[in-house]
């Protein structure tokens, strides 16, 4: 599986941007889908996963209620809506692909990777 994400940007706090993740290759269908980040100097860092179903979906404790992941297996595409930014949410953002783990919130999880689209939220 190939992945590529796009959509970030720069936005004020309190605004939102919507990134995709556009697949290609393998049945993108067969994967679960997660997103992760990684600002300067810190880790990368788990935000949301999705089955490859859609039927089930986590987030990490700082952006639940503010972020949505959602797919589209029709259009081999993955999204990740984000609301009411924060300038903490500031990092490059990547999607993942994971063929059947039960861990979804570890980087390790994940067979593919995108290339990262950086989002900056200024205060």
């Known amino acids: 599986v190939q992945l590529q994400a796009s959509g970030g940007g720069l936005v004020q706090a309190g605004g939102s941007l919507r990134l995709s993740c556009a697949a290609s290759?393998?049945?993108?269908?067969?994967?679960?889908m997660g997103w992760f980040r990684q600002a300067p100097g810190k880790e990368r860092e788990f935000v949301a996963a999705?089955?490859?179903?859609?039927?089930?979906?986590y987030y990490q404790d700082s952006v639940r209620g503010r972020f949505t992941i959602s797919r589209d297996n029709a259009k081999n595409a993955g999204y990740l809506q984000m609301n009411s930014l924060k300038p903490e949410d500031t990092a490059v953002y990547y999607c993942?692909?994971?063929?059947?783990?039960?861990?979804?919130?570890?980087?390790?999880?994940?067979?593919?990777w995108g290339q990262g689209t950086q989002v900056t939220v200024s205060s």
């Open positions: 993942a692909a994971d063929y059947g783990s039960r861990t979804p919130h570890l980087p390790s999880s994940y067979d593919y």
């Open positions: 290759g393998r049945t993108f269908s067969s994967y679960a």
């Open positions: 999705i089955s490859w179903s859609g039927s089930t979906t």
